[in-house]
């Protein structure tokens, strides 16, 4: 029955109809308050007057509710401005993050139907043209100039809680993304459960460092303004990779709450011991991971260090944002802190394969019901309803998400119960907090010419942990190159779902079934057959090359090797630059980012202590 299948919280309170209906009452409350912080601070007023203008300029230019805006706008309080305009207009916005491949922002504007793209003038340098697809310039000659919120020319939307509020895109296991739509009563329900359970108030400081284009970014942008508080936005380009630029901007603004994922908040950790900056970080009252596993032994040693909570949070896209919440008490045995119990207003089930409820400590597939949940994929009603399903243990016409992620129902001596992760049903994974599925990189791959099978797998034998590595087969008679193969990739992905090693291989090995014995393939070999590189000339090249080789756990990097086409990613630039810190070369990840190879970056670090002022 009901009650023995669902693992429900309590329902939540009533609240506003729409996203920007409950920022809207925040700002009528608290019209003087700083609604964004930093170096162009804003209060809930002009904040409000600038969304207002941008809704005005998008109704003169044809948009209606229910259309969807795109949005291409750097972290910053013109952003925070504009999404709120975009919902004030009816509208539902696709942010599009522009370091992105070309390819692939030009597939989510033709896919999502999208009209019209906010965005400024040194983003719009980085879209690609779409037909169809006009843009409006933040910055232009004809630039949106604030106006009043109230009077005869303010925009008054008839749009409800049942009306889309955002479109964003996740990997798809058929080779295209796919866009999954939320409703405003789903994104209404989540702030109303964080608003409960951590009470923000005027005097917290949020910080945003996430690109709008992942769902967590909601919490660092509407959280606080929907209950008193400031966000901090990271403004520099490439900060919000960079441990120490976050650091400051704690220091500086007071920033008492962020989300991270784990792997990224082990390198902020990390950074702020090298640094002696532990002491801004303890000024913080909680912090919110989820994204991948988060260790209990992490979570420990962060909790010993720091002093602040750390709380592990879990939810797909599809159910908006968070749907699990677990905060660490030390209490927990296990390698995994739990992903925990529901939050207000969703129901969680761990169902077997028949949808019948899997007993205390056996894994079952979890399940979502609730007000959170998305409406569904974009266009595609047939992949809808084979993830969105009737939900047999709800009120009639109810829905509920099948996950994809297997749990153990568990319960303590205390009698709390909660959910530990226990795997995935498919082969979906989670590389530094990217939600990755390994047939939209395969697919990718066997349409390159000269390929005749390929696949992925995540490996976790690496100096990183999950890595994606592929596996290639090549047709016959073809001179396939790993490397370029895995250039010509990083033309066409985003750079989480890039294999980080291209292994050619003369056959797949398979299983007596016939199919891919994924255990059985070799672990990359980096350093192997590759031409020993250029020897360093200059100390701070040997320091970097020394650097490079510790960090990707290889035996040798030359001057001139590229340290993403070795294996290297976001996390591992941050390794860099901190042991280069320590050794007393001044470099930060972005620099490793832009110029890839020891050779490049020693120059970079050169010209920059050479610079007047350094």
């Not at 993304?177 to 409703?183: H, Q, R, W």
């Amino acid at each position: 029955g009901a009650a023995r299948a669902a693992f429900a919280a309590a329902p939540l309170a009533a609240a506003a109809p729409t996203l920007h209906a409950l920022i809207e009452a925040q700002a009528a409350r608290t019209p003087d308050a700083t609604a964004v912080a930093g170096d162009a601070p804003l209060t809930y007023r002009e904040l409000d007057r600038r969304a207002q203008a941008a809704a005005r300029r998008l109704r003169a230019a044809g948009t209606r509710p229910a259309d969807i805006v795109a949005v291409a706008v750097p972290r910053s309080a013109e952003l925070v401005a504009v999404l709120l305009g975009v919902l004030k207009a009816g509208a539902a916005y696709l942010p599009l993050d522009v370091d992105l491949p070309g390819e692939r922002l030009a597939y989510m504007l033709a896919d999502s139907g999208a009209r019209t793209v906010l965005t400024t003038r040194e983003a719009a340098g980085r879209l690609p043209d779409v037909d169809g697809v006009s843009r409006v310039l933040l910055d232009g000659p004809d630039p949106i100039e604030p106006g009043a919120a109230e009077g005869p020319g303010a925009v008054r939307a008839q749009v409800g809680p049942d009306h889309p509020a955002y479109l964003i895109y996740t990997s798809g296991s058929t080779g295209r993304p796919k866009g999954v739509l939320v409703p405003h009563r789903a994104i209404v329900g989540q702030l109303a459960w964080l608003r409960e359970r951590f009470g923000l108030g005027a005097d917290d400081r949020v910080l945003h460092h996430l690109s709008a284009g992942f769902d967590a970014s909601l919490l660092e942008l509407f959280w606080p303004l929907s209950a008193g508080a400031a966000i901090v936005p990271v403004l520099r380009p490439g900060g919000h990779r960079d441990p120490a630029h976050l650091l400051g901007l704690i220091r500086e603004h007071g920033v008492t709450t962020m989300a991270m994922v784990p792997s990224m908040l082990a390198a902020f950790l990390q950074s702020a011991l090298d640094a002696g900056e532990l002491a801004a970080v303890r000024g913080m009252r909680r912090v919110l991971s989820g994204g991948e596993a988060l260790t209990g032994a992490f979570a420990e040693r962060w909790r010993e260090l720091t002093g602040v909570p750390i709380h592990n949070v879990y939810g797909p896209t599809e159910t908006t944002v968070q749907v699990a919440h677990w905060e660490h008490d030390g209490a927990q045995e296990g390698a995994a802190v739990p992903i925990g119990r529901p939050v207000a207003g969703t129901r969680l089930y761990v169902l077997d394969a028949s949808l019948r409820p899997a007993p205390p400590g056996v894994p079952g597939e979890l399940y979502v019901g609730g007000v959170q949940l998305a409406h569904g994929y974009h266009g595609r009603p047939g992949l809808t309803a084979e993830r969105f399903v009737a939900d047999p243990f709800g009120p009639p016409g109810d829905r509920m998400y099948r996950t994809g992620d297997l749990v153990r129902r568990h319960r303590r001596g205390d009698g709390t119960e909660y959910l530990t992760y226990a795997g995935r049903a498919d082969r979906q994974i989670k590389i530094r907090g990217n939600r990755i599925e390994p047939g939209e990189v395969e697919a990718r791959i066997a349409a390159r010419p000269g390929v005749a099978r390929a696949a992925v797998v995540d490996r976790h034998d690496g100096p990183r942990g999950g890595r994606l590595v592929a596996y290639v087969v090549p047709a016959p008679g073809a001179g396939l190159d790993a490397a370029r193969l895995r250039t010509a990739l990083a033309r066409t992905l985003p750079d989480a779902m890039v294999p980080s090693d291209v292994v050619l291989l003369d056959e797949l090995p398979l299983t007596p079934g016939g199919k891919i014995d994924r255990r059985a393939l070799p672990a990359p070999a980096p350093a192997a057959g590759r031409a020993p590189g250029r020897e360093p000339r200059t100390e701070r090249e040997r320091l970097l090359c020394e650097i490079f080789a510790e960090v990707l756990e290889t035996e040798r990097v030359g001057a001139d090797d590229d340290f993403f086409a070795l294996g290297g990613d976001s996390i591992l630039s941050i390794m860099v630059s901190g042991r280069a810190n320590r050794a007393g070369l001044a470099i930060g990840p972005q620099e490793v980012f832009e110029h890839r190879t020891p050779a490049a970056v020693a120059a970079a670090a050169a010209a920059a202590a050479a610079a007047p002022g350094a």
